[in-house]
Nanobody, 124 residues
Framework: QVRVVESGGGLVQAGGSLRLSCTASGRFYNTYSLGWFRQAPGRERDFVGAIRWSDSTTNYADSVKGRFTISRDNAKVTVYLQMNSLKPEDTAVYYC?????????????????WGPGSQVTVSE
């Protein structure tokens, strides 16, 4: 079992920045990937990006490329989502999830462990 918890959400004006953190605990292995997803009211849960734990390879959705960056702290077993140039359409609950392989999938159904989510609200 793996447990993940997000932190760092909040309210920010358009054009601003926020950093989300996701800390994993339990049986977390170097072969896993961590992904970020987001879900706005009335919409499906969308892929934001992911990082392969073994070599820090990343994958991003087109909508956030060049604005969002995923990084990790191996010692803290923590992944960060740095969000810059935020837009109102980035408003959503952001979820961290663990995939028990290194494929960096964009499909939410392939992730096995999920955090409770963190609200990000971007005002005009």
């Amino acid at each position: 079992q793996v447990r993940v918890v997000e932190s760092g959400g909040g309210l920010v004006q358009a054009g601003g920045s926020l950093r989300l953190s996701c800390t994993a605990s339990g049986r977390f292995y170097n072969t896993y990937s961590l992904g970020w997803f987001r879900q706005a009211p009335g919409r499906e849960r969308d892929f934001v990006g992911a990082i392969r734990w073994s070599d820090s390879t990343t994958n991003y959705a087109d909508s956030v490329k060049g604005r969002f960056t995923i990084s990790r702290d191996n010692a803290k077993v923590t992944v960060y989502l740095q969000m810059n140039s935020l837009k109102p359409e980035d408003t959503a609950v952001y979820y961290c999830a663990v995939q028990t392989d290194s494929s960096l999938s964009t499909a939410a159904a392939l992730y096995d462990y999920w955090g409770p989510g963190s609200q990000v609200t971007v005002s005009e």
